[in-house]
């Protein structure tokens, strides 16, 4: 659902585009420079695609025997499968 902004808001908005960084009060947000407890990747959840697979069961029951209860193998499945394109290659090159 888009939400329609009011003229008001509309013109403010458009008068802020025109200015240039150095017109820009950015007092009272100093820039922040310790990165220390930054963690790289905290919000990426890339895109899932539903599908189905046909494995071996000997495969699928060591990756269920790994995880507690056997939930979560699919995850562990993925990761091995990212481990192994990671090693071969960027995705997408041949």
Do not use: C, H
């Not at 200015?19 to 009060?25: F, G, N, R």
């Not at 790289?40 to 959840?45: Q, T």
């Amino acid at each position: 659902m888009k939400k329609e902004i009011s003229k008001a808001a509309r013109a403010e908005l458009e008068a802020l585009a025109k200015l240039t960084d150095d017109q820009i009060d950015t007092s009272d947000i100093p820039e922040l420079r310790d990165f220390k407890g930054a963690r790289r990747g905290l919000f990426y959840r890339p895109v899932k695609q539903q599908l189905t697979l046909r494995l071996d069961a000997d495969i699928v029951a060591w990756f269920k025997a790994r995880v507690p209860g056997g939930e979560g193998y699919q995850t562990s499945i993925n990761a091995a499968l990212r481990e192994y394109v990671t090693r071969r290659g960027s995705v997408g090159e041949t």
